[in-house]
């Protein structure tokens, strides 16, 4: 049996080389609508890393993600 490798592996945040960059203008345009229809706020001065784990909570809230 060979081990199967995932074409496109998923990288914890955290683990990103520009993860400490600001969240790019995709990822405040969709976390806002997320925490829209969440009911929640999107606070400022997100980093991507920030904004990708906040987008997969806001997902999972909102079924969106599924």
Known sequence: MTDQVEPNPEKD???W???DEPMTGPQKSYLQTLAQEAGEEV???LTKAE???RI???QRE???GT
């Open 13 to 15: 945040p955290s683990d």
């Open 43 to 45: 606070p400022d001065g």
């Open 62 to 64: 909102t079924g969106r």
């Open 56 to 58: 997969d909570e806001l």
């Open 17 to 19: 080389m520009t993860g």
């Open 51 to 53: 904004a990708s784990t």
